[in-house]
């Protein structure tokens, strides 16, 4: 039993120190680049037998680092095939964090392919020496016929926030509704169920600016009459994108190719934030002031965690920051920051401008924004108390005179008589 026990100790720590050896840290693999791919539109959907199909395909950088070289490569497996062996792999070049990008690629699906449900590899790697990363997808051939005659309509999309800034992430969800009444209906002497399938929904943007982050839905299920479903599409409104509506195109396939259907979904949106505008002079007198500003939301839907911060050299301000809350379309808020200058600074014995700046932060949903107002200039003014008290004095004098003089007047008025 001893020697047993003897014997394990050295192998227990042999492997202790192999392990120590292929062990990555936490942080190296938290820290570095990271992709994330995804198909985000099959045109046409589902693809067509015989046809070429268009895969565009997207790629995002979740990790901490940059990714310095990135490659997409697409492994089509039968019935896909490239429409040329030298376009299986594209390049997208450096990947800065929380940044995305996306490439098409075309493929052919062969003649004597079957209906249904076919899997694509795509991988990627973040730079020339590293390995490639792999995952598989699957795609949808052809559209499976069904007797049933539900009927599947657009009832309501909800939009959160309900208007995006440009570089905002958020939700679009639509509710599809089974309208359909009755469990059968009767045409032309035969019987039918009024279910209705959604056998595939894809969201697309038809405008630039506009990105759709999730793939396809397939395969929801079956509707019974006057059922309905959300389904939640994730998506990204870029830097670049135009204040306006933009439309995307929702596209349903549902018993049959009778019972598809394309549904127009608009999406706001508007740059406009956080106005912060002076509400009487900004002076500062005898190193002591109370600024007042006026905060105006000019978006058009409520922004959250709204905050303003000043910021000037020389003075400090009270609070440090003004935490307003929420607030709505069009409300106006009236704030106060009492600012004092620094013993130590020059505002108390210069007359020149102090350049003031206002940070304005909020929340347009999940989305953190911040705005800065400038070109805004605190005056000093110093007020001699002394001459104030002299000025006090010299007014008792005459006032003083004054009564003086009326009842001199009036002794002299009463010995006339």
Avoid at 62 to 80: H, L, R, S, T
Avoid at 118 to 131: E, W
Avoid at 134 to 157: A, M, P
Wanted: glycine share 6%.
């Amino acid at each position: 039993m001893i020697k047993i026990k003897n014997s394990l100790i050295p192998l227990v720590l042999s492997l202790l120190f192999v392990s120590s050896l292929f062990a990555v840290p936490a942080c190296a693999a938290v820290g570095g680049a990271n992709l994330k791919v995804t198909i985000i539109e099959t045109n046409p959907y589902p693809a067509k037998i015989g046809e070429y199909l268009t895969l565009t395909v997207q790629v995002e950088n979740i990790g901490g680092d940059k990714a310095d070289n990135v490659d997409i490569e697409i492994v089509p497996q039968y019935p896909f095939s490239l429409d040329s062996q030298a376009n299986a792999v594209k390049n997208v070049g450096a990947l800065n964090p929380g940044r995305t990008a996306t490439k098409e690629f075309y493929l052919f699906v062969d003649k004597n392919a079957q209906k249904g449900v076919r899997s694509i590899d795509i991988r990627t790697k973040t730079g020339k020496d590293s390995p490639w990363s792999e995952k598989s997808f699957d795609i949808r051939i052809g559209t499976e016929t069904f007797n049933s005659k539900g009927t599947v309509e657009l009832k309501e999309v909800v939009s959160e926030p309900q208007v995006f800034m440009p570089g905002d992430r958020g939700t679009i969800t639509v509710t599809l509704t089974n309208t359909a009444t009755t469990p059968t209906v009767t045409i032309d002497g035969s019987d039918f169920d009024t279910n209705a399938r959604i056998q595939a929904a894809v969201l697309r943007p038809l405008s630039d600016g506009i990105v759709v982050l999730d793939a396809p839905y397939g395969d929801m299920g079956i509707l019974g009459p006057g059922d309905s479903i959300k389904l939640t599409f994730n998506v990204k409104v870029t830097e670049e994108a135009t204040d306006g509506t933009h439309n995307l195109e929702l596209a349903i396939e549902g018993n049959s190719f009778d019972y598809n259907s394309r549904k127009n979904i608009p999406l706001k949106v508007d740059s406009s934030n956080i106005k912060v505008i002076p509400s009487k002079e900004l002076q500062i007198v005898n190193g002591e002031s109370t600024l007042e500003f006026d905060v105006a939301n000019t978006h058009p839907n409520e922004f959250n965690s709204v905050s303003i911060k000043p910021e000037a050299e020389g003075i400090r301000f009270f609070p440090a920051e003004y935490f307003i809350g929420p607030m709505n379309p069009d409300e106006l808020f009236t704030i106060e920051f009492n600012a004092v200058a620094d013993d130590s600074s020059d505002t108390r014995e210069t007359s020149e401008p102090v350049n003031l700046t206002l940070s304005a932060s909020y929340n347009n949903g999940i989305n953190k924004h911040e705005n800065i107002v400038s070109n805004l200039y605190i005056q000093p003014v110093e007020e001699s108390t002394g001459s104030s008290s002299n000025l006090l004095i010299q007014g008792l004098l005459l006032a003083f005179i004054a009564v003086v003089g009326i009842l001199i007047y009036r002794k002299k008025k009463k010995s006339k008589k």
